[in-house]
């Protein structure tokens, strides 16, 4: 499968937002959160989608195909169809708020969140869809 430059370059920025530097900054100590009171019946928590890192009272809709990810401790990522960005942005915008993040960006089907550990952003393009979440130091 020829991966689409799009995917490439945003595979690319999230490898370098994650730090490239000759000398490694220690990762900051990830924060612990409580279960999700309640998810919705279509909704999937990080670790339901096959995760090890990334806060956990974060979820996302249920039964994505998720082409591609990065699942490292100071930084997730998941890349879907297109055909999901909808469902994904509308999904977010109803359940940001609860899972305790402030959404402080919203165009076109594109997202920017943060809560006080983790920046996320949801974007679109090419036929593909994405969503970060980076642990940051407040």
């Not at 995917?7 to 937002?17: H, T």
């Amino acid at each position: 499968m020829k991966l689409p430059r799009f995917l490439v370059l945003l595979v690319s920025i999230v490898l370098l937002a994650s730090g490239c530097s000759a000398q490694r900054p220690q990762t900051p100590p990830i924060p612990s959160y409580p279960p999700p009171q309640s998810i919705p019946y279509n909704g999937a928590t990080l670790a339901e989608l096959g995760y090890k890192n990334g806060p956990a009272n974060f979820h996302l809709p249920a039964n994505l195909q998720i082409l591609e990810r990065v699942d490292q401790p100071n930084v997730v990522t998941l890349i879907t169809e297109g055909s999901d960005a909808e469902l994904i942005a509308n999904y977010l915008r109803a359940n940001l708020a609860e899972m305790g993040y402030q959404i402080i960006g919203d165009k076109d089907n594109s997202l920017v969140f943060k809560d006080d550990h983790y920046d996320g952003a949801f974007t679109v393009g090419n036929g593909i869809a994405g969503l970060t979440l980076r642990l940051v130091e407040r």
